[in-house]
Each structure stands twice: as C-alpha cells, then as structure tokens.
Nanobody, 116 residues
C-alpha cells in the first residue's frame, strides 16, 4: 500500500522559514516524480514544484528563489524548504507521487499559515 505522510506545517510570521516533509512508504521516492502542491483558502490547488527521478527540480514562478525541493532516498522522504514566507503562502500543502504522468498517491496535507 502506497502512503505519503505530510508534516512540518505551522503558523509563522512573514519572513520566517519552514521545512515540510513527505515521508513515503510502499514506494521509493527516487523512482517517482514527487510534487508539492498547495491549496490556498477558497482557491484551487496549484503546483508549487516537482523533483524528478533524475533529481531535476522545477518551481512555480511565485516560489522561485524562496522554496527548494530536496529528496533523501535513504529516508525515503521528500522535503520542501520554504524561506521568506509571505502571507500569500498560506495554504494546505500536500505532496504527490507520479509515475509516467499518472498520480499514484497524495499526502494528507499540512497547514501553513503565515501572518503579516
């Protein structure tokens, strides 16, 4: 059974940093494209960024230079390091595993709240 568990969210002030985790079981994160998504209150879910099997990363324009996705194959965990957080980053953040364009699993999400 594939399972992704998100953790690391919280309430912080603008300018702070958080690191979110996506711990996987049932799959090896190095074999999948792992994505981070977020859903702001009242809005649709949007892609934050991805890390591919080869370790390449890409990010949405609104987080470039502030957020970094990394992967620890030994811990079977993917991370989202978020720096210089802004109030508009407030959202539920979830990770996703995809293989050949097909979604395999989603994390349950973790709330990030940024106050000004």
């Amino acid at each position: 059974q594939v399972k992704l568990v998100n953790s690391g969210g919280g309430s912080v002030q603008a300018g702070a940093s958080l690191r979110l985790s996506c711990a996987a079981s049932g799959i090896s994160v190095g074999d999948y494209t792992m994505g981070w998504y977020r859903q702001p209150p009242g809005k649709q879910r949007e892609l934050v960024g991805r890390i591919t099997k080869t370790g390449d990363t890409n990010y949405a324009d609104f987080v470039k230079g502030r957020f970094t996705i990394s992967r620890d194959n030994a811990k079977n965990t993917v991370y989202l390091q978020m720096n210089n957080l802004k109030p508009e980053d407030t959202a539920v953040y979830s990770c996703n595993a995809a293989f050949l364009g097909t979604n395999v699993a989603w994390g349950q999400g973790t709330q990030v709240t940024v106050s000004s």
